[in-house]
Each structure stands twice: as C-alpha cells, then as structure tokens.
C-alpha cells in the first residue's frame, strides 16, 4: 500500500489502442470508473469534456481515437506505482449535452466477455469437458483461455438458443467453477477462495466500511445430485453427494457454515433433480461444486476503502479490526475502481467467506 503522503496523489493512465492519451485529452478527463465482476462482464466508463473554450467547438465526441471496438487499457495507483486493473474494448458512446454545463462524452466498454453476450447460437456437443467446450468457445471468439480441468467427460450437452455467456455461466454454475477475466485471459476455473491472501484492510485505518451479513438460512449440511441415465430399454439411477468436510477449506476460520448449522438446528440436506446427469462422476462433480458454492455465501458482505488497484474480483483479501467472529479471509466477488484526478481514488468490493 502506498505512504500517506502518496494518497494525495491518485494517478490514473489510459492507453487506447496501446497508445496513452494525448496530453490535452488526459486534461480533459473528469473521471474514470472500472467495475470486474465474476458473475458478469466487466465494465469500464471513462468521462470527458468534449468542448474547446477558446474555439467554441466540439472536441473528442468524434475523434476515431474513440471509435467503437478500440482496445482500451486502464492503470490505476498512485505517483509512479500503478497496476492494469482492466483492459477491454469500447462498446458505446454517450454524449451528454446540457444547458449550462461544458459537455460531457461519456465512452464506455467492457472486458473481452462481451463478445460471449452477441447472439444466441444452438449447437451440440458430444464426448466432451466442459473446460474443453470453454476453450473452443473462446477460441472462435478470439480470446486466450486458460481453463482448469473438469475431468469428466460428458456424452451430450446441448447449448439450446443460448448466448456463449450464458450457456457458459451454467456449465460454470453446475461444477461450482466461475468464468472470470484477467486484462485479456478467460479463466474457467473453481472459486480461488483457498488461495493466499493479496493484502490485508483493518477498520479505522484503511477500511472505511465493511457491512457483513451471516446467515444460516441457505446452508445445508449435505447436496446430492439424482438423475437417471438411460441404458437401451433400461434406466439406472445415479446420484452424487458432498457434505461436511467437502467446503474447500474454511478460510482461516474454525467453523464453517455447515458445521455450525448442523450444531444448531441439526442435519438438514439439499436434493438436485431437475438438472440431467450422464454418469455417476458427473453426478459427484455437480454435487461438489454446487455445496462449495453454497458453503463460501455464509457470510457475505460489501466494503469500501481508500482505491487500491490490488482489490481485484477473484483475490482473497484479510479483514481485521471487526471482532474475531467477522475478522478473517474474504474472497472478492466484485470490485468498484473509481478515481477522479483532481478529488482521489476509491474502490468498494463485496465478498463472501464459508467459515467464521
């Protein structure tokens, strides 16, 4: 983290098309917001007045520097230490004319998972991995994708009049995996919540808010998946199960969400019967993934604190200084960068945690 004198100083660099912006545009930026989400695309909006006093004419509201489909890179930090928080393209333009006020272009963009969102396709797909299916999706969209194996090969998966982002979001959802994005890099991979943690904020230094919320009400101590597969003339059924113990680690915690609900209320259990399933190892998988995904909403919550570029979806961040039942390991679901030149930088996060 840097200095306190540093903090004075948020700096902020924009690179179009590898380029950084011309002197007198960069003057002219009023603000840049960057928000990276693990369940959606990220976005991007940069704010500048398009107005030239002395020439009494529009400026940038039509320079091709701004032309749809630009690649744009964001950096963001202070004095000299700034780190890319995103780089995406520019998807929209938004002029804002107003009486009164110099006007406003508003460009706007988002990560390379906004090619995933244009069009709905139908299409099958026989003998394959998920995580296979993730690379050559990416592929024909021209992103790199690095995907952490499913293991188990499926018969037949159909994407039925789905957008890639969608039908991509549920092959995630079923195995507990999320489909994240890091600068140009499509990662398919389970929740990197046992991973180290990035940094660490204390409440009353350089956590201004953190809002937690534990609740019991979607924990369960056991999540079985049943299905039928169908053999000629005769069905089987198979059925995969993860409980207690199966949470991915408790975060630095003592007690996961699991455990202290069965403690308390006793044993209580989920049943999935309405998602198809093609062999018991598909069954395990989803079972899995699906109670991990359960376990790490225990508690979650949204915070904010002086901008800080390592916040990023997808990191693991300590929080101390909120009593020892809520002070701990978090994992970042979704980040908000927003810094304006002349007023300073701030990012607000939410997180979930399985463990106190």
């Not at 006020?101 to 906004?114: E, F, K, M, N, S």
């Not at 975060?251 to 018991?280: C, D, Y």
């Amino acid at each position: 983290m840097p200095n306190d004198s540093s903090l004075l100083n948020p700096n902020v660099k924009i690179l179009v098309q590898n380029k950084p912006l011309a002197a007198e545009i960069e003057a002219d930026l009023v603000s840049v917001l960057v928000s990276e989400d693990l369940e959606a695309p990220g976005m991007f909006e940069l704010r500048l007045i398009t107005w030239d006093l002395l020439k009494q004419e529009m400026t940038w509201v039509d320079d091709k520097l701004f032309d749809i489909g630009n690649k744009v890179e964001i950096q963001m930090g202070y004095e000299q230490e700034i780190k890319t928080i995103m780089v995406g393209e520019i998807t929209g333009l938004e002029p804002e004319y107003t009486q009164d006020v110099a006007p406003i272009l508003v460009v706007r963009g988002h990560d390379l998972r906004h090619r995933l969102l244009r069009g709905s396709h139908t299409k099958s797909f026989l003998k394959i991995k998920d995580s296979e299916i993730v690379s050559q999706i990416a592929r024909t969209r021209g992103i790199t994708a690095k995907v952490t194996d499913s293991k188990v090969k499926l018969e037949y998966i159909l994407q039925h009049n789905q957008t890639d982002w969608d039908f991509l979001k549920e092959r995630a959802k079923r195995i507990g995996y999320e489909v994240a994005m890091e600068q140009t890099t499509l990662y398919f991979r389970p929740h990197q919540n046992a991973k180290g943690k990035a940094l660490t904020l204390t409440y009353g230094a350089d956590l201004q808010e953190f809002l937690p919320r534990l609740s019991t009400m979607n924990q369960v101590q056991q999540v079985e998946v049943k299905g039928w597969i169908y053999q000629e003339k005769n069905k089987k059924e198979v059925s995969g199960k993860a409980e207690v113990g199966k949470e991915g680690g408790t975060m630095g915690g003592l007690t996961s969400g699991v455990k202290a609900v069965r403690k308390a209320f006793g044993e209580s259990s989920h049943t999935i019967v309405n998602q198809p399933v093609s062999s018991k190892e598909e069954a395990d998988s989803m079972a899995l993934g699906q109670f991990q995904d359960m376990a790490i909403a225990y508690i979650t919550g949204e915070g904010t604190c002086q901008g800080n570029p390592n916040l990023r979806a997808g990191k693991v961040i300590e929080i101390l200084g909120i009593g020892k039942r809520f002070s701990g390991l978090y994992y970042i679901k979704s980040a908000e960068h927003s810094c304006y030149p002349n007023q300073g930088y701030k990012t607000s996060f939410t997180v979930g945690r399985n463990a106190t």
